[in-house]
């Protein structure tokens, strides 16, 4: 009895989508920095207000085919929430309501008229419509109930936000549900706006970061000044590529920019890890042999992760990090390692073998630069050349580390790389000297000859951090000999 309405819905709903196929749409978007966004060529622009506080925050924004299969559902309206997709340009610039003002009433025969020739007919067929989506949801409903949840379907911002939900949860629902980009935007809102934050935690180039409270849970928000707001849109845009969450990048939960009248606040929400940072950590303690491969294992496989392009509908590009230092790992409690920040970070499009934004020469922090950034020799049209940069800096980081085993009660104090070789804020043209024309690397001390472990750190460290790129190892290359090492029993001697 539905078929015919519902074919001639889909009908009118192909017929939009085909309409918009060939070119992408601008859309009104609060987050972006000329509050415009251009969605892909099958995107919608997106209209959203929820109830917060008993005040009606706004979001617009560009949506991808991705968010619009898995992530959004395009149309709702409830008491607390109301959102809407469409496919013209700029069309998301109206501003939506919870509870719409009444339209003042203008007296007038022709209005009268309109009413009755075009809304009334017009309403009866969206009553009509929507009575054929009722019977056909009731069904889908009583489905769902008999099957239980099925993994593909998109979840419900509110069940998502029912008071009893840990982060764990979130995270959870987050990786099994949806496009496997992040939690729907209203929902990473609500989140940071119910966040009390405690104490400053650090500082960085961009801002400070806060440790603060969900639900009674520790977050680390990441506070970005206006200035500031392309790093902040690119970092959360990086961290919600699809398929990119994994036990060793650090796990992102929010993005939210509260406008308070005077000044924009710009934040980004991630699991808070209390050792800080693997330099923090490397400061304050020594690892055993064990600990040095837990967390070489860890730091290798989370750039092993972000390096690999997964191909498929659910994959993802390859990334380059482009900022990888000991002070943009996170340790966390249970010893490994997360890798953090990744605002520098570039895509790899494979289809069409470019990046995903045009590449300035020399980013990152000078001392970790490798030595192609350095003398501008890096071919910046290849992805490859940018991920060879990051496997010297990881070899760095794998330096800073072995000098913190502790081998038989011996160990070394924390170093920087260079340290001994450059002044503590060098420039590009002290490494330059020290990197390209002398081609000195950090010293491996010949101890480390005596302990399996410590010998095997060193060789790695030595094949990262090769002048000829193309010679150094793959991510995948040192995540594989750091586990073997891991396999070995007695790694202790
Ligand atoms: N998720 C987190 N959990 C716990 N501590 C964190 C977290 N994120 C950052 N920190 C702490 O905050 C400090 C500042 O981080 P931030 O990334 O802003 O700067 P940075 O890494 O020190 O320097 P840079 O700006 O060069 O990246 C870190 O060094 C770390 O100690
Ligand atoms: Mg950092």
Not at 338 to 357: C, E, Q
Request: proline content about 4%; overall charge neutral.
């Amino acid at each position: 009895m539905t078929c015919p309405r519902k074919q001639s819905f889909h009908a009118a709903l192909i017929f939009l989508f085909v309409a918009q196929l060939t070119a992408g749409l601008k859309c009104v978007c609060h987050l972006c920095a000329n509050h415009t966004c251009e969605t892909s060529a099958d995107g919608a622009c997106w209209n959203s207000v929820m109830l917060i506080d008993g005040k009606e925050e706004t979001v617009k924004s560009c949506l991808s085919p991705s968010e619009m299969k898995g992530q959004v559902f395009c149309y709702s309206s409830r008491n607390v929430s109301k959102r809407n997709c469409c496919f013209t340009d700029f069309c998301n610039n109206e501003t939506l309501h919870i509870h719409p003002e009444r339209p003042l009433e203008e007296p007038g025969w022709s209005r009268l008229q309109l009413t009755v020739v075009i809304v009334v007919p017009s309403c009866l067929l969206c009553v009509g419509i929507l009575l054929g989506v009722f019977v056909v949801q009731g069904h889908h409903c009583a489905y769902s109930r008999a099957h239980k949840q099925d993994p593909e379907e998109p979840l419900d911002d509110q069940m998502l936000m029912s008071p009893d939900k840990s982060l764990k949860d979130l995270i959870y629902d987050m990786s099994t549900s949806g496009s496997g980009s992040g939690l729907p935007l209203l929902v990473q809102r609500t989140i940071a706006r119910t966040i009390v934050l405690q104490e400053i935690i650090g500082k960085g180039r961009y801002g400070e970061v806060w440790r603060g409270k969900w639900r009674g849970e520790d977050v680390a928000v990441k506070i970005f000044s206006t200035r500031d707001e392309r790093s902040w849109f690119r970092e959360a845009e990086i961290y919600q590529t699809i398929m990119l969450r994994h036990e060793n990048i650090l796990g992102f939960i929010a993005a939210d920019n509260k406008d308070n009248g005077s000044w924009t606040q710009l934040w980004l929400v991630s699991e808070y890890h209390e050792h800080g940072s693997l330099y923090d950590y490397l400061n304050r303690y020594t690892v055993s042999t064990e600990g040095m491969i837990i967390l070489a294992l860890s730091i290798a496989s989370g750039l092993a992760h972000l390096h690999m392009e997964i191909i498929g509908t659910q994959g993802k590009p390859a990334i380059a990090h482009r900022d990888l230092k000991s002070k943009n790992v996170l340790v966390k409690k249970n010893g490994t390692a997360v890798i953090a920040d990744l605002g520098l970070a570039v895509k790899h499009d494979s289809n069409t073998n470019t990046i995903d934004i045009p590449s300035n020469h020399r980013v990152g922090t000078k001392r970790y630069m490798a030595p192609e950034i350095l003398d501008e020799s890096i071919n910046m049209n290849s992805f490859e050349s940018f991920k060879r940069a990051d496997i010297y800096s990881l070899g760095l980081v794998f330096w800073e580390l072995a000098r913190r085993c502790s081998v038989r009660g011996l160990h070394e104090d924390f170093q920087l790389p260079y340290y001994d070789l450059v002044p503590s804020d060098p420039s590009v043209e002290d490494m330059r000297k020290v990197v390209c024309d002398q081609k000195l690397r950090p010293n491996i001390p010949n101890q480390w000859q005596s302990c399996e472990a410590m010998r095997v750190m060193g060789k790695l460290m030595r094949e990262c951090w090769y002048t000829n790129s193309a010679a150094r190892l793959t991510a995948l290359r040192v995540k594989k000999t750091v586990s073997h090492l891991s396999a070995i029993k007695d790694v202790k001697e």
